[in-house]
Every structure is written in structure tokens, then in C-alpha cells.
């Protein structure tokens, strides 16, 4: 008779794995290869274009002045944003401020509002808005809550023993915090820069509104006034080098430095700083980015909405917009994040290069603006695969490789919480190692994945470009609904899709904001 013993040993982890991480491999390279699809679109427009033609229009003076407008962009953003994040994480998890949850929520709160609408409410109170300093100025508005949450979470994670070891030794509190809290926050850092680079590369409302030229909207251009899709192509061509670059940096500052304690460190949260008197100018920081990220929106659409009264509510029209918006939003999100699955888990599971490498065409195919990635599809589409031309999958294939990242962050940080002997245990009772990964890891990620859905599905309601391109005819969602107002100068009419597009993010953006808190164990 065949002992207890005997069965666990036959369906050991040592036989079971394996089988797992090669489906999961293979799962993982078929989702690569379909993310990189625009990418292979793109070098494929500049080998049929020729070398000779592609490097004139690479190396001309337009594409320098792109460059530079997009290295100062990112140059001057990203320190910004990662100086506001640094202190308001620090003041909303290390000091004693009044409503200090309140405020917590207030530095997630802006992600409610579409980059798009942050111009859209600017220059509704600043007309003449244009130009870098613009640029600068509401993209930190709109994207500093994306370095804002990893940082955040860091902080809850810090052992507080390192701090107090370093206090012991003599060091003032502000060398304490240079010395010790703050290499440990690089990786967080890094992060959330490679997010906020990633969109600013990608995005096209934000500037368009208040006409600032990036690459993405130069492509755009190319396409609608002259119809110039070679050059577009080249433009994307540089854009996607702009991210290796990108990706690059970010792993170089990244480092191979240990981050992990040996052992379960001190089990207590840090000391929350005393401020005594200084607590009430403390609040200064958060009141005036609360004002700048929320309150001008608030104030802009305010003034729209009583200008427009009631006759800007159409509500067959915007009913029907805001019902395709949840649809595409729920369906989007679910694949994207069920797509993310299989390389998060490698990357936690099994580091290799090739998970690595996998990791970094995902970022890679996120970073081809909204537009590429359409024209791409609808080429390959129209070419190949003519029966998907403008169907619902093909726009869902668009928001996979747009948005993968979001889910994937998420993903691996969840789990990487669980153990992976619950994994091992669970083959050992002689699951299959499909089962075996659903029924520990998957499950107990389940808030990292819902966190996953939740951004991927505010950068999916968000989207302007490709859905415009690929929606199959009908499809009218808030945002394109509101793009079109706009661009009408109809700015009172667009004001009631907005509100709706901020209403409908707030749940959103709440579950992110929760299960970022609920990850990092507070």
C-alpha cells in the first residue's frame, strides 16, 4: 500500500513547479510578443520607408526641437514630483498632523481627475497657459500622486530599528533621515519616476490643450493635418528609443543594492514625530497642493456647469456615454490584469533574465503613445485579421499594451507578500500546479489584483486616442464625448462629462488608495 508519505514525495514541488513556471513562461512570451506588436509595426514602416529617407527625417530640426522640449519636460518634472512626494508621504505617515488619513486620501485624490481635464480646468482660468512652464506645471498636479503611493507605502514598511540605531549614534533627526530613510526609499522613487516618464512620453490631451509640442503630439499631428504617416513613424521611432533611455536610467539608479531585512525586524510601527506648534504651518503643504490639484478643477468645473444650467444635460447622450465608459472600463481592466498575472508571478517566483527582459518590453510597449498603438492595430487588423477590424477585442488588445504596468506593479508587490510554501504545499497534496497557483498565490494577491484593475481601469476611462480609433462605430465613451466639446470650444458642454469622469474615478482611486495601505499592512 502506497504510504501518505510516498504520495507527497510523487507530487512534490520539485515535479510540480517546474511545469508551472514553463506554462507560465509561455503564457508570459505570448503576452510580450502581442504588447510589442506596435513596436514591430513601427520598425517594420521604417525598413519599408528605407534607411536614406528615415534618417533624414530622424535628423532634422523638428525632431530636435521634440527632444528637447521632451528631456526638459522630464527633467523638470520628475525632481518636483518626487520632492512633493517624499514630503507629503513624510508628513502624512511620520508626523503627528491634524486629519493626517484625510490628507493621505487628498495626495491620491487628484487621480480622479484626467490629465486632460487638469489643462481643461487650467487654462479655464489662465486662457493665455501655454508652453514648458505649463507643461511642468499640471503634469506635477496630475501625476504626482503615482510617486506618492509607493513612497508612502515605503515608509510604513521601514524598520524603525535602523533609525533608532543611527539616532544612538549622535546623528540629528534630518541626517537620520538622509543617511538611513532615504536610500531606503530608492526603489520607490525609481518606481513611481518610470511611471510618471512613462506617461509623459505617452500623453497627448494634457499638452495638446495647452499647446505644448512633445513627440506624441507631433505623431498626432502628422496624422490628422498632413497625413504624413512616415514621418509620424519616425517620431515614433524616436519616442520608443526616449524610453529605452529611459528604462535604463531607471535601472541604473535602481542599483542591485539589498532592501530586504534578515529576520522579521521590530515589530512596531516608527515613532510618529512630535511637531508640537510647527504641525499648523505644516499643513500649509497639503492645503496648497489640495488647492492646485483638486480645487482648481473644482473651481473651473463649477463655474462651467452654472454657466451652462440645465440645458448642457443631455441625458439620452450622456447616459449612453457613461454606460459604454463602465463597460469598456470593467472589461479593460479585468484582461489587463489577468495579463499581468503570469510575469508578475515570474518576476517574484522565478527572477531570471528572461523575466526581466519580459518585464522590460512590457514597460517598453507601454510607452508607443495611444495613437501608434492604434494605427498599428488597425493596419495589422485591416491586413491580416480583418473579421477583429474595430471590435471590441481589438480595443482591449490596445488597452493591455498601453496599460500593463499599472496592473503589473500592483500584482508583484501582492505577491511577493505570500509565501511561496503555500504554493509547494499545495502541490505536494497533488494539485496541478495551475490549481496550486490559483487556490495560494492568486487568491491571497487578490488585493495587489483589485488594486491592478483599479488603475488600469482609471487609465482606460481616461484614454482618448486609441479608443477614438479602434471603438467599433457607436461607441462614444465620457472621454471622447468631452474631447469633442472641447475641441469645439464648447467648453460648457464638455463640463458634464468631466464631472462625470471625476465622480466615477473616485471609487476607483479610493480601492487603489486602500489597497496600497492594505499591501504595506496598515
Given amino acids: 500500500m502506497t504510504s501518505a508519505t510516498d504520495t507527497m514525495v510523487s507530487a512534490s514541488p520539485r515535479h510540480r513547479l517546474p511545469t508551472a513556471s514553463s506554462w507560465t513562461l509561455m503564457i508570459a512570451v505570448l503576452v510580450a510578443v502581442l504588447a510589442l506588436m506596435p513596436l514591430g509595426f513601427v520598425l517594420w514602416a521604417t525598413v519599408v520607408t528605407g534607411w536614406e529617407t528615415a534618417i533624414q527625417l530622424i535628423f532634422r530640426g523638428r525632431v530636435g526641437d521634440l527632444l528637447i522640449n521632451t528631456v526638459l519636460l522630464i527633467l523638470l518634472t520628475l525632481p518636483v514630483c518626487a520632492a512633493l512626494a517624499v514630503a507629503l508621504a513624510w508628513a502624512t505617515e511620520r508626523t503627528d498632523i491634524p486629519g493626517a488619513r484625510f490628507w493621505s486620501w487628498m495626495a491620491v485624490a487628484p487621480l480622479t481627475v484626467p490629465a486632460f481635464v487638469h489643462s481643461y480646468a487650467w487654462i479655464g482660468l489662465w486662457p493665455g497657459l501655454n508652453g514648458l512652464g505649463a507643461g511642468v506645471a499640471v503634469s506635477v498636479v496630475a501625476y504626482f500622486p503615482f510617486m506618492y503611493l509607493p513612497v508612502s507605502a515605503a515608509f510604513r514598511l521601514l524598520d524603525p530599528a535602523l533609525e533608532d540605531q543611527a539616532a544612538s549614534l549622535g546623528l540629528a533627526p534630518f541626517a537620520v533621515f538622509r543617511r538611513v530613510v532615504l536610500p531606503q526609499l530608492r526603489l520607490a522613487l525609481c518606481g513611481g519616476a518610470l ?121 439620452e447622450e450622456i447616459g449612453l456615454a457613461l454606460w459604454q465608459t463602465l463597460a469598456i472600463c470593467l472589461v479593460g481592466g479585468l484582461t489587463t490584469t489577468a495579463a499581468a498575472v503570469p510575469i508578475a508571478w515570474l518576476s517574484v517566483r522565478r527572477p531570471t533574465r528572461a523575466s526581466r527582459f519580459l518585464e522590460g518590453c512590457y514597460y517598453l510597449a507601454s510607452s508607443m503613445p495611444g495613437v501608434v498603438v492604434a494605427l498599428a492595430l488597425v493596419t495589422i487588423t485591416v491586413r491580416a485579421i480583418l473579421p477583429l477590424y474595430q471590435t471590441v477585442a481589438t480595443i482591449v488588445l490596445a488597452y493591455v499594451v498601453m496599460f500593463l504596468p499599472r496592473a503589473l506593479v500592483s500584482l508583484r508587490a501582492s505577491i511577493a507578500q505570500v509565501p511561496v510554501e503555500l504554493e509547494q504545499a499545495a502541490a505536494s497534496l497533488g494539485r496541478s500546479p495551475g490549481n496550486a497557483l490559483w487556490s495560494t498565490t492568486v487568491r491571497l494577491a487578490a488585493p495587489g489584483a483589485a488594486a491592478g484593475v483599479a488603475l488600469s481601469s482609471l487609465g482606460i476611462m481616461n484614454e482618448l486616442t486609441a479608443t477614438q480609433m479602434l471603438a467599433p462605430n457607436g461607441t462614444r465613451t465620457l472621454a471622447m464625448a468631452f474631447w469633442a466639446l472641447t475641441s469645439e470650444i464648447d467648453y460648457a458642454g464638455a463640463a458634464p462629462y468631466a464631472l462625470l469622469m471625476v465622480v466615477f474615478s473616485m471609487p476607483l482611486t479610493w480601492l487603489l488608495h486602500h489597497q496600497s495601505k492594505k499591501i504595506a499592512g496598515r
Fill in 195 to 315: 511611471l510618471i516618464g512613462l506617461h509623459l512620453l505617452a500623453e497627448y490631451g494634457l499638452f495638446a490643450m495647452i499647446r505644448f509640442d512633445t513627440f506624441t503630439t507631433a505623431i498626432i499631428d502628422q496624422f490628422q493635418s498632413t497625413y504624413n504617416g512616415v514621418a509620424a513613424y519616425m517620431l515614433a521611432l524616436v519616442l520608443v528609443l526616449c524610453c529605452f533611455v529611459l528604462l535604463g536610467l531607471e535601472a541604473a539608479l535602481r542599483g542591485r543594492s539589498r532592501y530586504a531585512r534578515l529576520g522579521s525586524g521590530v515589530a512596531r510601527r516608527a515613532k510618529v514625530a512630535r511637531l508640537g506648534a510647527w504641525k499648523y504651518p505644516l499643513l500649509i503643504l497639503p492645503l496648497v497642493t489640495a488647492a492646485f490639484s483638486l480645487g482648481i478643477p473644482a473651481l473651473t468645473l463649477g463655474r462651467w456647469l452654472i454657466a451652462g444650467g440645465a440645458g448642457i444635460w443631455r441625458m
